[in-house]
């Protein structure tokens, strides 16, 4: 199609609005301009088109033969337009809500709580999908990705939600009174770890233990190693936010623990661009939590 050959889609619909109210006023307020702004549209049109498409009638506006044929075109194709843009809208309203994380935030935090999302928007279809790999954000695909790190993924929006730090714990039933001061006293001890993660390698290399020999490591599904710290099955690097009922029970320890960085935890990340209704929803729903509990911790402090 040679579109520098078609006039400008302003003056079009600038017409089409006229012609179905015969009022350049009411033209004007259907598209939020001034009715001398739609004059000038459809001057400008005339003028391309070398015709004459609307004429005086007492206060309004009458269309001429040529006026009435043009308009009977655009109207039927601004209306397959606007059948086509509801239906793109239907079938993006109606497709499943996609989102992705880690199992222990799926299991320790989104859990938990995600009853109260479904009880306000029952007509969001959800599909969660707990998994430690980092997911492409496509589109058509995954609408929301829930991550852990510093908030730099190149491409993508990132919105801090939930600040915590990583920290390696135990049960007490598994530490007992055994004194933990160096990492190296920790290489005794199982551990559980997370599928797809590598945060006791990590940790270990930031401390700079080189172990003497191979380390009795376990790896498991996300939601199985909360369970199976706090069973006493081995220790583990978890983000602690996770645990903070446990460690003030006194059922868990933490044996080592780092930092908070500022700008450090689980992260909202999107594709730029419009949300589409049902992300809008989600994310508006984490927001108002996270805004609950910040509320929460300043009454307590």
Known sequence: MDWRSLPSL???????????????????????????????????????????????EGRGVALTPEGERLFEGLSSGFETIRETVDELLQDDVARPLNITMTPSFAVSWLMP????????????????????????????????????????????DSELFLETNFAIVGASCLIGDRRIDQPEDLLDFPWLQEYGTNE???????????????????????????????????????????????????SMKVLFEEGVYPGTGYHLVTRPGVKRPPLKAFLGWMRSLRSEQAQRDGEGG
Not at 11 to 23: D, G, I
């Open 10 to 56: 302003n003056s079009l619909r600038a017409f089409a609005a006229v012609a179905e109210t015969k009022s350049l006023s009411a033209a004007g307020r259907e598209l939020n301009v001034t009715h001398a702004a739609v004059s000038q549209q459809v001057r400008a049109l005339e003028g391309v088109l070398g015709l004459q498409l609307v004429a005086r």
């Open 113 to 156: 709580r995600i009853n109260d999302f479904r009880l306000q928007n029952p007509d969001i279809e959800l599909m969660l999908n707990p998994c430690a790999d980092v997911v492409e954000l496509r589109p058509g695909g995954v609408d929301l990705a829930i991550r852990f790190g510093k908030g730099q993924w190149a491409g993508l």
């Open 200 to 250: 006791l390698t990590i940790w270990m290399e930031r401390q700079g233990v080189v172990p003497k020999g191979k380390l009795n490591i376990t790896h498991l599904p996300g939601y199985m190693v909360l369970e199976g710290v706090r069973r006493g099955n081995g220790i583990s690097a978890t983000a602690k936010t996770f645990l903070e009922a446990d460690i003030a029970s006194g």
